[in-house]
């Protein structure tokens, strides 16, 4: 079953805002991605963190590895258009397999 | 970049007809090639996971023999559904793990939409 915990589940802002989400979960994950997937596509990956602790940006996207281990956080600045999509958190499960879980994702919608 | 190619984006397929979706690792060598489904906005479930050269291993509740997976090279994964229903019809995404890669951040292909009718 799903372990990664997503919220908000949806999110409509003002184009110009910052955005934030996060993803948690009941167990310890070594690693956390985020990954952008837009309508009819596949995902693509945004921010992969290795550390717990670790803050990493890329542009306006700047994404944190809980000292806990067990949740993650993504912010967007000043959002803009192009950044309409589904947000996914995503990690190798605690039994250390090769696969990912994914999150339930969160839906951002931009008013422009 | 790593780049996967998927194909097809989509099909149309009747009920009862097996399809064969493709996944190729365009510019890398892909020991490990996994296999998601995602039903309208839901979120990515993991199918199986296929090595190179061996039985792909399938997760809880899916069907190996509804759903074929062969992993024949380090460069080419095929998923095929067989005696297709319209309740298969979903959004099918594969993604590749480069050979010799420790991290995980895997590259995904486009996706292939699959309506069976």
């Known amino acids: 079953g799903q372990q990664l915990n997503q919220s908000p589940q949806s999110m409509f802002i003002q184009e110009g805002e910052d955005v934030s989400m996060n993803c948690t979960s009941s167990?310890?994950?070594?690693?956390w991605l985020w990954y952008k997937q837009d309508p009819g596509e596949g995902p693509v990956l945004l921010i992969a963190l290795y550390k717990a602790g670790e803050l990493t940006s890329n542009g306006r996207l700047t994404a944190q590895f809980g000292i806990t281990r067990k949740d993650s956080f993504l912010n967007i600045s000043a959002s803009i258009p192009s950044d309409v999509g589904i947000y996914f958190c995503?990690?190798?499960?605690?039994?250390?397999?090769?696969?990912?879980?994914f999150g339930q994702g969160t839906r951002l919608t931009i008013n422009p | 970049g790593a780049v996967v190619s998927q194909h097809p984006s989509r099909v149309i397929c009747k009920s009862g007809t097996s399809v064969k979706i493709e996944c190729r690792s365009l510019d890398f060598q892909a020991t490990t090639m996994f296999w998601y489904r995602q039903f309208p906005k839901q979120s990515l479930m993991l199918m199986a996971t296929?090595?190179?050269?061996?039985?792909?291993?399938?997760e809880q509740g899916v069907e190996k023999d509804k759903f074929l997976i062969n992993h024949a090279s380090l460069t080419l994964s095929t998923l095929t559904v067989t005696s297709a229903h319209p309740e298969d019809s979903s959004f099918y995404i594969c993604s590749a793990r480069p050979r010799g890669v420790a991290n995980y951040g895997y590259t995904f292909g486009s996706g292939t939409r699959l309506t069976v009718v």
């Open positions: 995503a990690g190798p499960p605690p039994e250390g397999a090769q696969k990912l879980v």
């Open positions: 167990s310890i994950f070594n690693t």
């Open positions: 296929s090595n190179e050269g061996s039985k792909a291993t399938y």
